[in-house]
C-alpha cells in the first residue's frame, strides 16, 4: 500500500456526500470521533496501532489528474466539483491516541475536526488503517501473553490476505509484543527484526537428514535452529540435530542461538522428551521451537501440559485474526461548529443502548491506582474539562449507573491519552519507530490487572464519561424523545 497516494482509497458515498456539501456550500467545520464498540475475541483490552500510515496518507492526500480523470468517467460528478478536488488540501486538526496505547471500546481514537468535506473524505481510508493494525496488535499482545517471557516470531504472510495485510499485519504484531517477524519486506520498510529457519523442503532435497542439518549449520553457525519433524522427531530428527551440534561443539564453533523446532505432532509430549535428550547431551541451552497453527489459546494450553518450548512461531491465527477476523471501528459525526464558533453536540441514536454515540468535542483521561500503577478506568469528558487528582472523584457506568466508584482525592492519577497530530493540515507529531512504539506498548500492557488479560470471561475497564458529558448526553436524549413524541 502506497499511503503516499491514496485519494480514491474511499467509499463512492463519501464522494457523492463531499460534493452535495459542495453544491450546498456547506463548509460547516465539524467533529468526527473513531471508536470501536466491542473489543476482539471476547478480551478485556485492545492496543492501538496503524497511526504512522493514517498520518502518511493525510500528509499526501492530494487528487491527481488521473484520478479527476477517472472520477469524471464515472458520469456522477460536475466540473465546479471536480475542479475543487484538483486543489484539495487537508487543512483540519487531528487528535489521536498513539501507537501501542492500551484501548477500550467507545472511546475516540482518532478526532478529526476539520470541515466537513475534508472530515468525510478521511473517514474510510482511516477506519481501513485503523481497524486492520488494531486488530492484529491486539491478537498479537494476546498471543505474547499466553507465551510469557518466551519469543513469539510473526510468520503469517504466506497466508495474510494480501500483500499489504502481510506487511501492515507484521508491523503491527510487532507492536503487539511479537520479537520479529519472518516479512523481510516489514523489516526493510520498518527497522524490525527479521527470523527464521529453514522448511521441510530443505531436507527433502537432501540424501538424509543429518547431511541436511550439517549444511545448514555450516552456513548458519550463530543462527543454527534445525526443523527436526520431517521423518520422525524423536527417532531422527532430534538425534540428528544432537550429532551436529556435538560436531560443532568439537570444532570449537560458539552454539549460540541454536536448537530445534517442530511444526507438527503432540508438541507438548514432543518437547517434553526432545528437551531430555538435549539435556542429557549437554545442550541444556538448545532452544525448543514450534509452530503449527498456533495461537493464544493453544499456547496457553500447552504450557498448562508443562510443554518444554521456549520460542513460538505464529502464523496463520495471528496474521488474520482467525477467531475474530474485523475490528468493528466506526467513524461518526459528534459537533458542528455554529457561526459564534461553538461546537453543537450531535447524537446518533439506536435501538440499542450501546450504539447510541457520545456527542460533544472530547478528550479521555485515564485514571490509575496510584498505589500500584493499574488502571481503574478510562474517562471520557468535553475538551475543556480538568480534574484535581487531590480530590475525591466518583465515576459511574453510563448505561448501567448503579455500577459507581467513589475515588478519593490523593489515592489516583490521570494522564490525558490524546494527543495533537495535525494542527490546521500540518503534521505536528513525529512516529516513533516501530521498536520504541513495542517497548511503550510493553508499558501500557503492564498497567493492565492480570484479571483484565485473562482470555476467560476478563474482568472489565470500565470506560465512564464525565458529569457534564453525561448530563449533555442525556438533555439531548430529552430532547429527541420529546420530539418525538410531539410528532
Not at 486538526?93 to 467507545?106: C, K, L, Q, S
Not at 518444554?308 to 459537533?335: C, D, E, H, Q, R
Amino acid at each position: 500500500m502506497n499511503t503516499e497516494h491514496l485519494p480514491l482509497l474511499t467509499d463512492l458515498y463519501e464522494l457523492t456526500m463531499m460534493q452535495g456539501y459542495f453544491k450546498t456550500d456547506n463548509h460547516s467545520v465539524v467533529v468526527f470521533d473513531a471508536f470501536y464498540r466491542t473489543n476482539p475475541d471476547n478480551g478485556g483490552y485492545a492496543i492501538c496501532a496503524g497511526l504512522a500510515q493514517i498520518i502518511d496518507y493525510i500528509k499526501h492526500l492530494k487528487f491527481d489528474a488521473s484520478d479527476i480523470s477517472y472520477l469524471k468517467s464515472l458520469g456522477i460528478f460536475e466540473d465546479d466539483f471536480l475542479e475543487y478536488l484538483r486543489t484539495f488540501q487537508f487543512s483540519g486538526d487531528i487528535y489521536a491516541i498513539p501507537e501501542g496505547t492500551v484501548i477500550f471500546p467507545r472511546e475516540p481514537l482518532i478526532k478529526v475536526i476539520a470541515p466537513i468535506m475534508e472530515a468525510q473524505l478521511v473517514e474510510t481510508a482511516i477506519l481501513n488503517i485503523l481497524n486492520h493494525q488494531c486488530l492484529i496488535a491486539t491478537k498479537a499482545a494476546r498471543v505474547c501473553y499466553a507465551a510469557g517471557n518466551d519469543g513469539v516470531m510473526e510468520f503469517g504472510l504466506r497466508r495474510a490476505q494480501g500483500p499489504d495485510a502481510g506487511i501492515y499485519g507484521a508491523r503491527a504484531a510487532v507492536i503487539g509484543g511479537c520479537c520479529g517477524t519472518s516479512n523481510v519486506l516489514c523489516g526493510k520498510l520498518f527497522d524490525v527484526p527479521v527470523k527464521g529457519t529453514h522448511a521441510h523442503s530443505w531436507i527433502m532435497s537432501f540424501p538424509d537428514e543429518y547431511t541436511a542439518f550439517k549444511t545448514y549449520a555450516s552456513y548458519y553457525p550463530s543462527a543454527c535452529i534445525l526443523l527436526v519433524d520431517t521423518y520422525d522427531t524423536l527417532k531422527s530428527g532430534v538425534p540428528n540435530a544432537i550429532r551436529v551440534f556435538k560436531e560443532m561443539r568439537a570444532q570449537n564453533i560458539p552454539l549460540k542461538n541454536y536448537g530445534i523446532r517442530m511444526d507438527s505432532g503432540d508438541l507438548a509430549y514432543l518437547s517434553k522428551q526432545a528437551r531430555k535428550m538435549l539435556d542429557e547431551a549437554g545442550f541444556t541451552d538448545a532452544v525448543i521451537s514450534a509452530s503449527n497453527d498456533l495461537d493464544e489459546y493453544l499456547i496457553e494450553n500447552l504450557k498448562a501440559q508443562g510443554a518444554m518450548i521456549t520460542s513460538w512461531g505464529v502464523g496463520t491465527n495471528l496474521i488474520t485474526s482467525k477467531n475474530t477476523p474485523a475490528f468493528g471501528g466506526v467513524y461518526k459525526l459528534a459537533a458542528v461548529q455554529n457561526e459564534q464558533g461553538e461546537f453543537v453536540p450531535k447524537i446518533k441514536l439506536s435501538e440499542n443502548s450501546e450504539k447510541v454515540t457520545n456527542p460533544g468535542n472530547k478528550t479521555i483521561y485515564r485514571i490509575y491506582e496510584k498505589s500500584s500503577g493499574k488502571i481503574k478506568a478510562d474517562l471520557i469528558c468535553l475538551e475543556d474539562e480538568t480534574f484535581d487528582c487531590e480530590k475525591n472523584l466518583r465515576i459511574f457506568d453510563p448505561l448501567e449507573t448503579w455500577k459507581y466508584t467513589n475515588l478519593a482525592g490523593g489515592t489516583y492519577t490521570m494522564r490525558r491519552l490524546p494527543v495533537q497530530i495535525f494542527d490546521k493540515g500540518q503534521c505536528i507529531y513525529e512516529s516513533p519507530s516501530v521498536m520504541e512504539i513495542q517497548k511503550y506498548c510493553e508499558l501500557e500492557k503492564a498497567t493492565l490487572w492480570n484479571e483484565t488479560r485473562r482470555f476467560a470471561n476478563p474482568s472489565k475497564v470500565y470506560v465512564d464519561l464525565s458529569d457534564s458529558l453525561f448530563e449533555m448526553k442525556r438533555n439531548i436524549l430529552r430532547e429527541h424523545s420529546a420530539e418525538h413524541h410531539q410528532t
